[in-house]
């Protein structure tokens, strides 16, 4: 498993093909650990007016849960694992994004 920062961990998971299914764990707001498969959103998919505010600005990315069958906020700041390609990466806490 790969020690990185959040930005790190931001950069990584924002390159990763869209359409391409990833895993990853965070805490929620409750304080839980929740671990979710996804899949960045697609453009396309969304219908609607959408958010009134740039997510990737506040550290979030809209993703679609597989197993929730729903859209979906990741925070960067809250995440703690995630895999990629068959890569596991822990993402270090004493970093955070200036979100």
Same mark, same amino acid.
């Given at each position: 498993m790969r020690t990185i920062t959040p930005t790190e961990a931001m950069g990584k998971i924002l390159s990763f093909n869209n359409g391409r299914f990833f895993s990853v764990r965070f805490i929620k707001k409750d304080g839980s650990?929740?671990?979710?498969?996804?899949?960045?959103? #697609?453009? *396309?998919?969304? %219908? !609607?007016? !959408?958010?009134?505010? %740039?997510?990737?600005?506040? !550290?979030?990315?809209? #993703?679609?849960? #597989?197993? *929730?069958?729903?859209?979906?906020?990741l925070n960067f700041n809250t995440l703690t694992e995630f895999k990629l390609n068959g890569v596991d990466y822990n993402v270090n806490k004493e970093y955070s994004l200036p979100f």
């Open positions: 650990l929740r671990k979710m498969t996804c899949k960045k959103v #697609v453009k *396309k998919v969304i %219908n !609607g007016k !959408g958010a009134k505010y %740039n997510a990737l600005e506040r !550290g979030y990315l809209p #993703v679609y849960d #597989v197993s *929730k069958k729903a859209y979906r906020t």
